[in-house]
Each structure stands twice: as C-alpha cells, then as structure tokens.
C-alpha cells in the first residue's frame, strides 16, 4: 500500500524536480549562478517568467544529433564488447558476473565492461582533443542547455516504455510489483530487472551509462572552457576533475560489487531511476565545474591542499569500509579486520516460503564506529568538491545539502528493511552500533 506521506512525495518529485534542474541551470546561464536574483527580479516585477523562459536556448538539431550518438556510442559498448579488462588488470572484476538473487529467485547475469567502456570513451575524447579536431572540447559546455532537453526526452521516453513493458511484456511476470497507484508505479517502477534480448539491462545501463561515463566528460569540457575564457585552468577546476573522476573510476573499477547494492537489488526501474539517471545526475552532480567556469577560483596553496586532504581522506574511508564488509561477507568472518578477528551479531531471519537463515552483522572496524560509515565518507567527499567553489554563492553547496538528505533517507530505508528482517537481532545490533553515520553525534 502506498501511504499519504510517499504519494505526496512522489507527486512533489514529479512535478518539481525537473523544475530544479532548470532552475538551477537557468541560474548560471542567466545570473551568474545567483539562486537568489531571479526569485527577486520576478518578484521586483523586474523580469517575467516568459522573459527567463524566451532567454533560454532551445532545443536544437545539433544538441539532438550530438546526445543520439553519445546514447547509440554507449549501448554499442555495452551491449557489443565484451569486456577485456579483467585480462590484464590485476584485481578487476569484470566481465560476465552474477547478480544478487531477485525476490523471484532469479539470479541475472551482467556484463561487467563499463571500466572498459569509459577508458574507450575517455581514450577518444583525447585523441580528438589533441589530434583529430573532429569537435571542440567546449562542446558539451557549448550546448549543455540544448542537450537538458534531449536528457529530459530520454528520461521519460524510457521511464513511460519501462512502465508499458511492466505491463504488457515483462522479462520476468515474477518479478514485478503493482501498487495499484499510477503515480507511484510510474515513479519507483514496476519491473525488478526490465531487459531487451539477454544482455541489456535497462537498471545497470542507465545507472552506470550514459551518465557516469559523460561525468568525467562534462567536467573536462568545463576545464577547456575555462581555459578558452580565462587562459587557464584554475586549481580549484583541477581540483574538481580530479576527485570526482577518483570517485568515477573507483565506480566502474567495482562495478561488480556494485550488483550487490541497494539501486540493483532493491530497487525497482521507473522514474525515479530512468530520469534520475539521464537528468539529474549529469546536471546536477557537475554544478561545481559549471559553476567555476562562470566564477573561477584560484585557491591559495593551503585551502588547495586542505580540500584535497578531506576528498582523498573520505575516499578512503568510503572504500576501505565498504571493503571491509564485502571482505567479512566473502570469507563469513574468517579474516582479520585491523589485524584482529572480527567482531559480530548471529542474526536469523525468515524467507517468505518458512526457510530459516542466518547471516552475520559486523560491529568492528569502521562498522563498528557507525551503522553507515561508508556513507560518512561519501559525504566528506562531497563537501570537498563543494569546498573547491569557495563561499560567494550557495549554488555549488546544493550537491551535499543533497547527498546529506539522500543518503540519510538510505539510511533509514535500509534500517526499516533490516529490521523487518531480523527483528530483535535488529535491536540487539543497533544497541552494540547506536550511530548511523557520525560516532557520537547521529
């Protein structure tokens, strides 16, 4: 059953959040990344909203040709090239790989090739960038409003057909959920795992392509902006590229794992995921790069190593403790965690068929410091990338005032589905771990 509280949140998402997305990119194209200026100058009678929407580039052939071909480039390296990677880089996973098994007990099987697909995109992008000159590296920044338009094209076109196959062609009847409500249907989706022919995956396709691959891309179109306006490249953009492309790569290079958390296993594909992949995530996880060619930063020297200080140290907390789960979970605690045996909770739970189960929590290392620790690094990261802009507008800070509300609503999303799991092994583990993501604090 859907509850008051989740349709009135899924209606507000429906309606408004492309209206973020606009709004914020709108800011920077037509006041300088103000969030403030257009809300007084529509008040002040200064401006109307027909005026801002006449000042905003429209959709254009160009834009529409270049995102058709990125899209096409992107499936073609999905769906038509093995990976080759995992033969020669040593402690990647790649390649064919199981997936976690669906409420159905279906186990997917996936090709693990995005590390490959991004050092192939990556690899020409440069070769163009230097040799070829097919296309400037500005050309995404050139035609980043056009191209929200065919963003915004795509992201419905797939969320609507993924919730028609739901219905009349699923890849697996078992597998679906209907709420009976339209719009949280066509929100949260209808098929665990939608798919055309044995490989395309629509859930992992758009959540690791074409938007994560295009992030590092976007950010490098921001720096040769920048260097064509200013003749040169701030360290603050430097800064940028570099820890977010760290976080992109450590993405891909753990793909595999990535199979086994809460957006493969849990979720199912719809809005929230289609448009949030093909919009959201590109225009808005890149507003410090947009941002910083409209208000470049040059940082003095300590600010410049304090940041990259922060991003790098909350990199490794969000590896190392998802390491030292996914390490507990392979060898069932028979490993060392900070060169000592690990500490944990038996739990069981019950399957719905009446199968008993057990399964162990860990209370030591970094998961014994918080319930989410992984998610305590994730957002030191994002303060860092928000650091690199400086202070003088609150634009670039939207990304951890986002990242702190997703990543809290995480929280409790798994917490209540744990504990509808395991019950009083539940309690007896958050009694022995009382915090979710700061020690002492929350």
């Not at 507003?287 to 991003?311: D, F, K, R, S």
């Not at 609503?409 to 958050?430: A, L, P, Q």
């Amino acid at each position: 059953e859907v509850d008051w509280f989740s349709l009135a949140s899924i209606l507000f998402l429906l309606m408004f959040a492309p209206l973020i997305v606009y709004y914020f990119i709108m800011s920077c194209d037509q006041y300088q990344c103000s969030l403030i200026d257009p809300v007084i100058d529509l008040l002040m009678g200064n401006e109307h909203l027909s005026d801002i929407w006449n000042k905003t580039p429209t959709l254009t052939y160009r834009a529409a040709g270049i995102y058709t071909l990125w899209v096409a480039f992107q499936v073609v390296l999905y769906v038509c090239i093995p990976d080759f990677c995992h033969k020669f880089l040593p402690g990647y996973v790649g390649g064919v790989q199981e997936g976690a098994i669906t409420p159905a007990g279906v186990v997917n099987k996936y090709e693990i090739n995005g590390l490959q697909a991004w050092i192939i995109t990556h690899v020409l992008w440069f070769a163009n960038a230097y040799y070829f000159h097919c296309f400037s590296p500005t050309i995404i920044f050139d035609n980043w409003i056009p191209l929200l338009w065919c963003a915004n094209i795509l992201g419905y076109a797939v969320s609507t057909f993924a919730m028609i196959k739901g219905y009349f062609f699923p890849t697996n009847a078992k597998d679906c959920k209907f709420t009976g409500n339209f719009f949280y249907d066509y929100m949260m989706g209808i098929e665990f795992n939608p798919r055309i022919g044995k490989w395309f995956d629509f859930k992992l396709f758009f959540n690791g392509r074409p938007g994560i691959v295009a992030w590092t891309l976007i950010n490098l179109s921001y720096a040769a902006k920048q260097q064509e306006l200013y003749g040169q490249v701030t360290n603050s953009m430097i800064l940028v590229n570099v820890l977010q492309g760290i976080y992109v790569l450590d993405f891909f290079w753990n793909e595999a794992w990535y199979l086994k958390t809460i957006d493969i296993c849990h979720d199912h594909f719809g809005w929230y995921l289609g448009w949030g992949d093909c919009v959201w995530l590109p225009y808005l996880y890149t507003l410090q790069g947009l941002y910083l060619v409209y208000h470049p930063v040059q940082l003095c020297t300590a600010n410049a190593i304090g940041i990259l200080m922060l991003g790098l140290i909350g990199y490794y907390i969000f590896r190392m403790t998802n390491h030292q789960k996914d390490l507990f979970r392979r060898t069932n605690g028979n490993c060392k965690i900070w060169g000592k045996k690990p500490e944990y909770i038996e739990c069981s739970y019950m399957s719905v068929d009446g199968t008993k189960y057990y399964s162990k929590l860990m209370t030591s290392g970094f998961w014994g410091w918080a319930r989410h620790f992984n998610y305590t690094g994730d957002l030191m990261g994002s303060l860092a990338y928000c650091l690199t802009c400086g202070f003088d507008h609150i634009l670039p800070y939207f990304y951890i005032v986002y990242m702190t509300i997703l990543l809290t609503h995480r929280c409790i999303r798994d917490e209540h589905r744990c504990f509808s799991k395991y019950g009083k092994d539940w309690k007896h583990y958050t009694s022995e771990v009382p915090y979710r993501l700061i020690p002492g604090v929350f």
